[in-house]
C-alpha cells in the first residue's frame, strides 16, 4: 500500500492516516519528499480497497501493490499451464480449435456440425444447451436433450465437448456431459456460480465480461482456483466500446497482456468478438499471430436459419476455410493447429 | 424490419432477401430509390437479430422498427407507474431515499443506521446480507441474520427494507424479511434470476449494468415484467468509461432518457455511480433535479471502518445534510423529497 | 516518482532502476518490503511518463507523484478564479448563462435570438462562424459577416460574445469581435492553438473532448495558462460512451470533481451534451444542481430549419422555460441565475 | 433517409413530417404496417443528420440510408487503390514497413535508426519534427532541421521519409522534406488541415482519432479526397476505452472492417495501440494476420533514453526480429513484407 499526501497536507492528516494504516496491520514506512510525503504499508492484507484511504482528509492518491490475484498470476507458475483433456493439450505447442453452433437445436444439426468440424481438425464441438437470451420471447435452449445430442455426436467423432453452465444448478448435468464447463460473459462476476465450479474438477473456460477488465477477468479465474479448481482457460470474446461497426470490439491485445500475466491458456472468440461472418476469419488468424492458445467459433450448417447468433456464425466449409488459415498462421509462429 | 440493400445489388440478391422475410412470416413492401432499394417488412416477429439480415449478400444495412420491449415502454402505461409500499409511494411526486451500508456488519450498526436515516426523513434501509464480492478473500456477507437484522431494525424505525437477491434460491429468504428485492449491476442480465423474479409479488429494484445500454436494462424489466411482476424500479448506478477520476461515470441523462421510454420510476445511486464520498451530495442533487424519483445511498456510522465500499460512504451527518439538499431541490421542481 | 518493482526482482533489475532514476535527476529512496521493493524519487522533473520505468526489466508498476499541471491546480488559487467581463463574473455566486445558434446563419436571426436570449435573461449571446464540420460537403460558416453580425447584435440587447477559434490564424479576427474565445472539444489538443491563446489577453472557454479525461482537460488549461493567459473557463459537453440513446454521454460528475481539482470555473453544455432538444431542460437543472458555473445552451428561432445541430436546438420560449428552471435550482442552492 | 413514426403517431404529426421532407426536397414513400408507418424519402441531399427528424412529435427513429461518404467508398473503386511512390507500392502484395523514432533527436540518432530500419528491410523511416506534446512543458520538437536530418538519411539508406503534419502552415515545409505526410490521431478532425491537404499531391497518412468510428474517420479521408488528392492511407492506432493494461485498446477488427468499406490502403500503429513495447511484436503480426497493408513503428537506437514515447519503442534489434516474424505471417496469408 502507497499513499502519496497532498502538497501541504498537515501533520494531523498524516498521522490520522498512519494510525489508520497500523490499525489494518500494515507496518508503516514514511518517507519525506520536497512536495510530497509518501507512506508506505507492508502489510497481511491483499484484498483492500485503495479508494477508502483516498477519501481521507490530505490524501492525494493511494495504490496496492500487491497483486490482488495470486494464484492466477504467471509468479505461481512462471512455465505456463498446458490443460489436458484426453489427447488434447490446451495451452501446449498445438493450437486448439473449437467449433458448433450457437444453440443446439436438433440431433441432424448437430451431427451434421460434428462431422465437419472433425472433419476440418478441430478437437472440440461448442453448442449451447442452455441459452442466455436478452429478451424473454427469445429460445431459451434444449437444456439436457442437447446435451445429450453433444454427447453422443462428439463421441462418434472423437471430438471433446464444451458448453455453458448458466447456474450453479446446472453443474451436476454439465459434468455429465461436458467436457470442458463454459461460464459466458455475463457470468463472468456471477460470484456464487464460480465459488461452485471451484469445486468440479473439470476444466473451466472462462469468458471475459464485456466490460471487464483484464484484472477482474484474473480475479474471476482467482475465485475458481482459489476452490482447488487449477484448469481455467481464458477466453476473450469482445469488450464493448463506442464503435459500432462490430458488435463488440475484440481486444486482441488482451492476448499477449494475459499472456504475461497470467500462466493460463488463453482462448480467443472471433465469432462474438466481431459478430459478423465476414469478419471472423481476418480475426481467427490475428488472434493465432497474437499468441492464442485456441480458437472457439460458431458453425451451423445453415446459419441464416440458426436459431441464434446466425449473422456471426460460419458455414462448415468457412469454418475449414478458416482451419486452414489458422494453420498456416500457427506454422509461421512455430505452432501447430 | 427495414432492409437498406447497396447500392448495385443484385435482383437476385435483392430476391433472396425478400425470400427469407416472407419465409419468416413477414409481409414486405418493395420501394425502389435512385440508389438504394428499400425492403420493409411488417409481420408477426418482435425478437429478431437484425444482423442476421446484414450478412446477406448486396444487403447494405437493416433496422429494427419495433421495440424489443413491449410491457415496460412508456406506450404500454402512458400515466406512469406508481409503487405502493404501505405508505411509501415511488413514482408519485414524493422523491423516496433509501439509505444505509454496503453490508450489514452488526446489530449495532444497523440500528444506529436506522435510526439516523429514519431521523434525516428517509423512508427505506438498505444493506446487504449476501454480498457479490470480486476477490474470492472477501467478506461475503451476515446471510439470513443480517435479513433478521435489518428487519427488526427497519420496523423499530418505520423503515421499508430494500436488500439484494444474488441468485433465485435466495429468493425466499428475501421474500421473508425485505420489503423490495434489488438486483445487483452484475446480475441485470442473469435471465434464471429475472425469469424467477417475474413470479414474485413484491417489488424490485433493478440495477442497470455497467455496460448495459439503456434498452437492455428495459429488456431485463420485460424479463421481469413478462413473467406478471409489473412493479419494478429501474436504477441508474454509473457505467463504465474511459474517465478514471470516479469509480463509474453516472450517466445522469439516462434519467430523462428512461422518463421518455418508460412507465417505471427512476431511482439513483450517487454511491456507486461516483465510487467518493465527496462527490455523493452534488451528484444527488443532480439526479434529483434530472427528474429522478428516488435515491439509494451508502450511510454507515463509521464508513473509514466499514467493512465494504467505505470510501463511497456517507456519515449520518453527511447523509442528513444531503436530504435537506435534496428537499431543497425537489421543491425547485414541484416535488417533496 | 514511485517504482514498484516486482515480486523476485533481482538486486541488477533494481540497481538498473535506481541508475536511470539518477541519471534523470531523482534522489531515489529505497525501502524494501517483505514481497516488494519500492523505490521513491524525489526530482526536479514534472513532465515524465511512468510508461518509460514500466518497460524496465523487473518492474511492477510505476506512479507518478506529482500533477502534471500547476497553474490549473486549486492547491495554485484555493479561493477560486472569478473571470470579470464588463459586469458579468463568472465563477462567482451567479450562474452565468450563454444561448445562442449553433451556426450564424443571418442578420434576421442573430437579430431574433438576440432578443429573446437578453429577455430571458442570459447574459451572454453564442453563435459560431466558423463551423468544423465532419463531413466537407456541409456549410462552413459565415466567418467575418457572422461576427460582425453577433457583435452588433450583444451591443443592441447589452450581451456578451462567445464564438469558437477554430485556427490560431483566426484569433486576430476572434479579438476584434468576442468577449469570449471557445476551444471546440476538437481542438481540445491542438497545441499550437492553445499555445497562441495563452498569449492573448481574452477570456477562453475550452471544451472538454469527447475522449479527452479530466486530466488531459486540466493539461490543456495548463497549455494556455503557461502563456500567461488565466483566465479559461472549462466546459463539460459531454463524453463518448457506448450508450446511443444519447448523442453523447454527459459527464455531469466532472462538474464536481473540476471544482475540486481546479480553480478554474466550470460550465456545461447540455446541448451537445444530450444531442436531444428534450433532454436539454432536465441536464441544465441538474447542471446546475451539480455545481457547475455557467451553462452555454444551443437556441434558434426555428430550429427545425436550423443549418446545423436542430435537433439539439431549443427554441426561445424552451430557453425561457429553462431559465426559469435553472433559476430555482439556483436558489435552492443558495445561487442566482 | 428512412423515417419510422412512433406507435399511435397521429396523422398531423406524419403530415408534418412528410410536409418537412418534401421541403428539403425529399420525394416521400409512404407505407403504413400494423403498428408503425414508416416515410422513405428520396433526395438530393447527402449531409444530412437524422437526429434532427428525430425530434419532431411522433417519430420513433430515423435512419440515414445514403452513406455520408463517397469517394472513400470501396463501391468507388471496387479494386482498391495501389499508392505508387517510387519503388513502393503501398496496397498492394507487399506489406509496407515504416520505422524510426518518436521524435527526431539529432543526426546521429537518426543515421543509427536509418541504417537499422533499412537493414531490416523497411521502406519508409518515420520521425516527428514537430511534436503535439499534451504538457505545455514538454519538448516540441526540432522543426526544419529535423526534416533536413530525416531527409538526407533517408537518401543514403534508400528509404521514403513520413512524418507530422500538425499545422496547415507546416504542410510547404513537410512537402518539401518528406514523402508521405501523417496526419496525427488529434488532428483527425482538424477540418481546415484537411482541407489544405486535399489541394497537396503528395500522399497522407490519416490516423485514427482515440475516439473516431471508422465512419467519422472515412469522412475524414474523405475530406482530404474531396480536394482532389486520393492518396490518403488509413491508420489505426488504438482507440480509448475503459482497459488500462494497454496504453490505448488497438481496434485490429478495424482492419478487415476498412478493407471491406473502403479502397484506400490500412496501415496499422502497434506502438500507440499498446503503448507497451513487449506487446509491439505480437499486435504487428495479428495487424499483418488481419489483412494490414502496412506497419508503423516506432524505433530507437536507446528507447530507455528517447524524449518521447519511449515506453513504446522498440530496439533495432527487436524492429528486426519484428520484420522477420512479419515477413512469416505474410507469407503465410500469401504475401511479401
Known amino acids: 500500500m502507497l499513499v502519496v499526501m497532498q502538497e501541504g497536507a498537515s ?16 507496518n ?57 483433456i484426453g489427447k488434447v493439450e490446451i495451452g501446449g505447442p498445438q493450437v486448439v480449435s473449437m467449433g458448433g453452433p450457437c444453440s443446439v437445436e436438433s440431433k441432424e444439426q448437430i451431427e451434421s456440425v460434428a462431422a465437419s468440424v472433425a472433419a476440418a481438425g478441430a478437437q472440440v464441438i461448442r453448442g449451447g444447451a442452455f441459452k442466455p437470451r436478452s429478451s424473454p420471447y427469445s429460445f431459451q435452449g434444449m437444456g439436457e436433450e442437447g446435451l445429450q445430442i453433444m454427447r453422443a455426436a462428439a463421441d ?7 458448453s455453458e453452465v448458466m447456474d450453479h444448478l446446472q453443474i451436476p448435468l454439465l459434468l455429465q456431459y461436458s467436457d470442458i464447463l463454459q461460464v459466458g460473459a455475463r457470468n463472468m462476476q456471477n460470484f456464487n456460480l464460480l465459488r461452485e465450479l471451484g469445486k468440479v474438477r473439470k476444466p473451466i473456460l472462462l469468458k471475459r465480461g464485456i466490460a ?3 484484472e477482474e477477468l484474473l480475479l474471476s479465474a482467482e475465485y475458481i482456483m482459489s476452490g482447488g479448481n487449477y484448469e481455467v482457460m481464458l477466453c476473450e470474446r469482445g469488450i464493448r466500446t463506442f464503435e459500432t461497426s462490430t458488435r463488440n470490439t475484440m481486444d486482441i491485445s488482451a492476448i499477449p497482456v494475459l ?43 445453415d446459419p441464416d436459419h440458426a436459431i441464434s447468433d446466425g449473422a456471426q456464425t460460419l458455414r462448415p466449409e468457412q469454418f475449414a476455410e478458416m482451419m486452414g488459415q489458422v494453420r498456416a498462421i500457427a506454422g509461421a509462429i512455430g505452432r501447430a493447429a
Open 212 to 214: 471487464a477488465t483484464i
Open 156 to 162: 462418434r467423432h472423437g471430438l471433446l465437448v464444451v
Open 259 to 301: 499472456k504475461r500475466l497470467t500462466h493460463l491458456p488463453v482462448v480467443a472468440d472471433p465469432s462474438h468478438g466481431t459478430g459478423k461472418r465476414d469478419y471472423v476469419l481476418p480475426m481467427a488468424r490475428a488472434a493465432v499471430a497474437a499468441g492464442a492458445d485456441g480458437l472457439i467459433v460458431e458453425v451451423h450448417p
Open 11 to 26: 501533520e494531523a492528516q498524516t498521522e490520522a492516516v498512519i494510525n489508520r494504516l497500523v490499525e489494518m496491520g500494515f
Open 28 to 84: 508503516v514506512h514514511r518517507s519525506t519528499g520536497v512536495r510530497h510525503t509518501v507512506l508506505g504499508g507492508v502489510g497481511p492484507m491483499d484484498d483492500f480497497d485503495p479508494a477508502v484511504l483516498e477519501v481521507f482528509e490530505g490524501v492525494k492518491e493511494c495504490h496496492r501493490i500487491v497483486s490482488p490475484y495470486k494464484l492466477a498470476s504467471r509468479h505461481w507458475r512462471p512455465a505456463g499451464t498446458i490443460i489436458r
